[in-house]
């Protein structure tokens, strides 16, 4: 069984900076997507970065590139997103997520994960 943990959300100024983490418990393959997903009251789930662990290549949304950062520890066990620069529009509920494979048709599309963590809160404000 598989869990995500995510933790460090809170409420910034715009131009802050906030790390989400994400501890993950349970048995992983040895390669596996893991990404940040964000949803806004009112809006759909948006992929925000992800990371693939076969090739250690970063995948990030063109609203947060050169602001967020997505790395893993050398354990592998918990991801983290720095977010620096916040922005107001960067408001909302974050989560974290994993799917168990070498291929997926878009990094960015939440219906291809299907581990999620709770969700932790980002509120930026201007």
């Known amino acids: 069984q598989v869990q995500l943990v995510d933790s460090g959300g809170g409420s910034v100024q715009a131009g802050g900076s906030l790390r989400l983490s994400c501890a993950a418990f349970g048995y992983f393959f040895s390669t596996y997507y893991m990404g940040w997903f964000r949803q806004a009251p009112g809006k759909e789930r948006e992929g925000v970065a992800a990371?693939?662990?076969?090739?250690?290549?970063?995948y990030y949304a063109d609203s947060v590139k050169g602001r967020f950062t997505i790395s893993q520890d050398n354990a592998k066990s918990t991801l983290h997103l720095q977010m620096n620069s916040l922005k107001p529009e960067d408001t909302a509920m974050y989560y974290c997520?994993?799917?168990?494979?070498?291929?997926?048709?878009?990094?960015?599309?939440?219906?291809?994960?299907?581990?999620w963590g709770q969700g932790t809160q980002v509120t930026v404000s201007s």
């Open positions: 997520a994993a799917v168990f494979s070498g291929f997926l048709l878009q990094w960015s599309s939440w219906d291809e994960y299907n581990y």
């Open positions: 990371i693939y662990t076969g090739s250690g290549s970063t």
